[in-house]
């Protein structure tokens, strides 16, 4: 034994070492739990306290090293609960929201909800119901949170993702209006009205400029676009897609 250390003479031995190398060799080298720390987890303390002032207490070296990896693994487990809840909100927000659109009295009543009332039960600050389009032709349906955009903008914003998710963004106002001013950050999922319908996309913006990230998932994004989707084509009666 040496320094603490508990060394089986029979493990020496099997190795061609002396017990007597073994302690020589640690005199020789100090540092050699700094060196390597995880040697703690598999070294045997003593099982008494020892006195002298040049020994020290591995004992209590391998409770504070225990007692970090606990409070780590406890930071680590509370960022998990915190996330798992967030994660449930979200869900249970978005089903409120497409239960909500399932109450609508009209095609006009539908669009409210989505670009109106959902900004509350989101905890969003503005929704923008999207459309590409000539916007002299569809004057008419650019009113209340439908914005007309050029052709080619959202193959553009989107690419060929479904949605995506935008931190600390410059909002234009052609996709956010007089509101584009507050969004921080925005996330952005295509529509599907249908084969002959013109391409559409639903814009979320927040003022928190970390509301929406570009790591965050979409799913349940676009699960809530897909049900809106589904919802104008049973309204205005389009043809389903291919």
Same mark, same amino acid.
């Given at each position: 034994?040496?320094?603490?250390?508990?060394?089986?003479?029979?493990?020496?031995?099997?190795?061609?070492?002396?017990?007597?190398?073994?302690?020589?060799?640690?005199?020789?080298?100090p540092d050699?739990?700094?060196?390597?720390p995880d040697?703690?987890?598999?070294?045997?303390?003593?099982?008494?306290?020892?006195?002298?002032?040049?020994?020290?207490?591995?004992?209590?070296?391998?409770?504070?090293?225990?007692?970090?990896?606990?409070?780590?693994?406890?930071?680590?487990?509370?960022?998990?609960?915190? %996330?798992?809840?967030?994660?449930?909100?979200?869900?249970?927000?978005?089903?409120?929201?497409?239960?909500?659109?399932?109450?609508?009295?009209?095609?006009?009543?539908?669009?409210?909800? %989505?670009?109106?009332?959902?900004?509350?039960?989101?905890?969003?600050?503005?929704?923008?119901?999207?459309?590409?389009?000539?916007?002299?032709?569809?004057?008419?349906?650019?009113?209340?949170?439908?914005?007309?955009?050029?052709?080619?903008?959202?193959?553009?914003?989107?690419?060929?993702?479904?949605?995506?998710?935008?931190?600390?963004?410059?909002?234009?106002?052609?996709?956010?209006?007089?509101? %584009?001013?507050?969004?921080?950050?925005?996330? *952005?999922?295509?529509?599907?009205?249908?084969?002959?319908?013109?391409?559409?996309?639903?814009?979320?913006?927040?003022?928190?400029?970390?509301?929406?990230?570009?790591?965050?998932?979409?799913?349940?994004?676009?699960? *809530?676009?897909?049900?809106?989707?589904?919802s104008v084509?049973?309204?205005?009666?389009?043809?389903?897609?291919?």
């Amino acid at each position: 034994m040496a320094d603490g250390i508990t060394i089986p003479l029979s493990a020496a031995t099997a190795a061609g070492l002396a017990e007597a190398d073994v302690i020589e060799w640690l005199k020789q080298h100090p540092d050699l739990l700094t060196r390597h720390p995880d040697l703690c987890e598999i070294l045997l303390p003593p099982t008494a306290p020892r006195g002298g002032d040049n020994v020290v207490d591995l004992q209590r070296f391998m409770v504070q090293r225990l007692q970090g990896e606990l409070h780590r693994v406890s930071h680590v487990g509370n960022e998990l609960l915190d %996330a798992s809840r967030q994660n449930l909100s979200a869900t249970q927000r978005v089903h409120a929201a497409v239960l909500m659109l399932l109450e609508a009295g009209s095609f006009e009543h539908m669009i409210h909800m %989505a670009t109106q009332d959902w900004t509350d039960l989101l905890e969003v600050d503005v929704i923008s119901l999207c459309v590409e389009g000539d916007p002299e032709k569809m004057k008419e349906i650019a009113t209340g949170g439908v914005f007309v955009l050029p052709n080619g903008a959202i193959e553009t914003l989107l690419g060929a993702l479904p949605a995506v998710a935008r931190d600390k963004c410059d909002a234009a106002d052609w996709l956010y209006g007089p509101a %584009a001013t507050l969004v921080k950050s925005d996330a *952005l999922a295509r529509l599907d009205f249908g084969p002959n319908a013109p391409h559409a996309m639903l814009a979320l913006g927040s003022r928190e400029a970390d509301k929406f990230q570009p790591h965050q998932g979409t799913e349940l994004l676009q699960f *809530l676009t897909g049900v809106l989707g589904r919802s104008v084509r049973a309204w205005l009666d389009l043809p389903r897609p291919a």
